[in-house]
C-alpha cells in the first residue's frame, strides 16, 4: 500500500515514539526524510539518525530522540505543507517562529534548510513543518 504523505509519516513518529519515551523511532528512508533528519540533527532537536539498509534491498531511518530531564526536546511538531496543500512561502513572508525558538523547515532550490539559513541566503520555498 503507498503512503500519500511519507514525511507526515515520519513526523508522526517521532511525536508518537516521545509520547511513548522510546529511545530510537524507525522509519523507511527517502531524501526528503533524510534531509528532515539532517536538520533536526543540526539543530539540536534529535540526538542523531542512521540510515540502515535492510536485507530486502530497503533502507531505513533509525532516529535516536532526545531528552531533557526526562521530557522530550521536541515540545511541538507539525507539518505544515501536506500534500493535498501546499504552503509556499517568500523570503519577505518568512517569520520567526516562537520569537526564534522555533525554527520551520524549508524545502528550497538550494535543499532542506531551516527558516533562519533561507533569510540569510535570501531565499524562499515550501514550508514542510515547525518545529518547537
Given at each position: 500500500m503507498s503512503m500519500s504523505?511519507?514525511?507526515g509519516d515520519m513526523l508522526t513518529r517521532i511525536r508518537n515514539g516521545q509520547?511513548?519515551?522510546l529511545a530510537?523511532?524507525?522509519?523507511?528512508?527517502?531524501?526528503v526524510r533524510i534531509s528532515v533528519c539532517n536538520v533536526l540533527q543540526e539543530e539540536g532537536y534529535i540526538?542523531?539518525?542512521?540510515?540502515?539498509e535492510q536485507d530486502n534491498n530497503k533502507k531505513?531511518?533509525?532516529?535516536?530522540?532526545?531528552?531533557?530531564?526526562g521530557q522530550p526536546v521536541i515540545r511541538e511538531l507539525k507539518r505544515i505543507s501536506k500534500p493535498g496543500c501546499r504552503m509556499y512561502s517568500k523570503i519577505n513572508d518568512l517569520q520567526p517562529f516562537h520569537n526564534g525558538l522555533g525554527i520551520k523547515i524549508i524545502s528550497t532550490p538550494r535543499g532542506v534548510m531551516p527558516d533562519y539559513k533561507a533569510r540569510t541566503e535570501n531565499v524562499g520555498g515550501e514550508v514542510l513543518c515547525q518545529v518547537y
Open positions: 504523505d511519507p514525511l509520547r511513548a519515551k530510537v523511532v524507525n522509519c523507511p528512508a527517502s531524501g540526538r542523531s539518525f542512521n540510515v540502515v531505513e531511518i533509525q532516529i535516536e530522540l532526545k531528552y531533557d530531564e
